[in-house]
């Protein structure tokens, strides 16, 4: 039986729970732990072939209704399950669908990525965007957290989630496992403010940080129509280093080119453009780089900086596999972190002075099993065989450094924005952080910014979205 931590009031588990104001969607859990968990199974008894349900928190603020699930297996969030979420939005459990002793009225199956909305005698679909939703992680896991907003609302304008009591269960469809088990849960919603999210800033703490924009462009960046937002989004930025993904189309030279106009004064005085990688990387940069890899999709730019014969900065520009190409990814995961095991190996393929600073930065493309984001972060390469031990990749052999960039209007990291599935973090910055200090970085999105922060940077609030289905990551690098 779950073990529930609630007062029971009837036949239906109430609570009502103190707001967490700073909960961040981000994949890491740690916010957690402050929040005594609503249902904690420690006793698990799981079904062959189904999914145990083990723990269950909620908190809410007055932007966004917050979830935690815990469950004995790593799953694919949005895939290959069918554990659905029901809620009584009315608080009524005579009306709606019987199930775990509430009437719902609402449902969404999380594998399935979408739901329904009882409206009288009318059922509506639901899809994530209809109910605000945000989630994480997008790898393979065992524990997830996702977000509903309050100001969510379906086709045709019904809000789907009112800001009063509610109930809910969750259910396992496949093993019929359910949360809790014994009738349903009733929150009371607490809608405390959230605290304030940091001033909206684009600039560098310091003038002498070496920014980074990474941009998977997504084949728009010759689209005519788009051009105009290119140009506002990177004056705005104006970074020292433009690093793109799947910018097909033109040469490096033609790219520098047309984009030249909306970028700062080079540091140098001079523009050096580079192209490699399957997956059309290509690197616009104030310094030379002594030597352009390619590592299947990705590539890595050895980046010469003034006053020095060697190397200074190691840039690998990643551009994974997308999708379901669980096996290709993992290779090229291998194939990268072989290539760092080379940089720092003397006597290696490339004489990279020690302690100098390596960075992975680009579209990851981390949406399956979650061994290739341990690989790029710890160095647990799988095909041992073919490229080497596994290493830990930072110089003084701890793992790399996840700096999880967070959105400056909402409490999320999320990098990807499109249909079919949830928000996601697929791009990301891995880095050798014994050696390398990061100033200011963010995930770069124009849409829910103030008006103010609008007319202060010469941005429209389509001018991201015109420019991604993947936002731009902005990092400052303090280089010694």
């Known amino acids: 039986m779950k073990s529930v931590h609630l ?3 009837l036949f239906c588990q109430s609570v009502s729970l103190m707001a967490q104001s700073e909960l961040a969607i981000d994949g890491r859990f740690e916010d957690w732990a402050a929040i005594p968990l609503i249902v904690d199974d420690s006793k698990p008894e799981a079904v062959q072939g189904a999914i145990d349900l083990l723990q269950l928190g909620i908190a809410d603020n007055d932007e966004y209704l917050h979830f935690y699930l815990k469950v004995d297996q790593e799953i694919l969030w949005q895939g290959e399950n069918r554990i659905t979420i029901y809620l009584d939005t009315d608080d009524d459990p005579s009306t709606g669908e019987e199930i775990g002793g509430i009437g719902a009225d609402l449902s969404f199956t999380f594998g399935e990525r979408r739901g329904q909305l009882l409206e009288g005698k009318d059922t509506l679909a639901l899809e994530f965007q209809h109910l605000g939703l945000v989630g994480a992680p997008s790898t393979t896991s065992a524990h997830f957290e996702w977000a509903f907003s309050w100001g969510a609302k ?4 019904q809000m789907t989630l009112p800001k009063k009591p509610f109930r809910l269960v969750i259910v396992d469809e496949v093993g019929g496992d359910m949360l809790p088990d014994e009738d349903g849960l009733r929150y009371i919603p607490t809608l405390k403010s959230r605290s304030p999210l940091p001033e909206v800033t ?4 310091d003038s002498n940080h070496l920014r980074l924009l990474s941009h998977n462009v997504n084949r728009r960046h010759f689209h005519p129509e788009k ?3 290119f140009t506002r989004v990177y004056q705005a930025l104006s970074p020292d280093l433009l690093l793109l993904q799947e910018a097909y189309k033109g040469s490096a030279d033609e790219i520098l080119e047309y984009f030249q106009p909306a970028l700062p004064p080079s540091r140098s005085g001079n523009w050096y453009a580079y192209r490699s990688g399957a997956e059309a990387t290509v690197l616009l940069s104030p310094y030379p780089a002594k030597a352009v890899v390619p590592l299947g999709n990705s590539a890595a730019y050895l980046l010469q900086l003034p006053g020095h014969k060697e190397p200074q900065l190691a840039l690998i520009a990643l551009s994974m596999p997308c999708c379901r190409q669980d096996s290709a990814r993992q290779a090229e995961a291998d194939q990268i972190l072989a290539f760092i095991r080379d940089l720092q190996t003397p006597g ?3 004489n990279l002075p020690k302690g100098t ?5 680009g579209d990851a493309n981390l949406v399956g099993l979650k061994r290739q984001y341990h690989t790029l972060l710890e160095g647990s390469i799988q095909d041992e065989t073919t490229y080497g031990k596994a290493f830990s990749p930072d110089w003084d052999s701890t ?3 996840d700096l999880h960039p967070p959105h400056f209007q909402r409490p999320h990291t999320y990098t990807w924005r499109g249909n079919g599935f949830f928000p996601g973090r697929l791009d990301y910055v891995f880095y050798t952080d014994s050696v390398l200090k990061i100033g200011h970085h963010f995930v770069f999105d124009t849409v829910g910014l103030p008006k103010a922060t609008l007319e202060k940077y010469n941005l429209q609030e389509m001018d991201a979205p015109n420019t991604y289905k993947h936002m731009p990551l902005v990092v400052d690098m303090v280089l010694e």
């Open 7 to 9: 007062l029971l009031l």
């Open 202 to 205: 684009f600039e560098r703490q």
């Open 227 to 229: 051009k105009d937002a």
């Open 399 to 401: 793992p790399l450094k």
């Open 348 to 350: 290696g393929t490339f």
């Open 154 to 157: 379906a086709e045709g304008g």
């Open 357 to 361: 600073p390596i960075m992975l930065a």
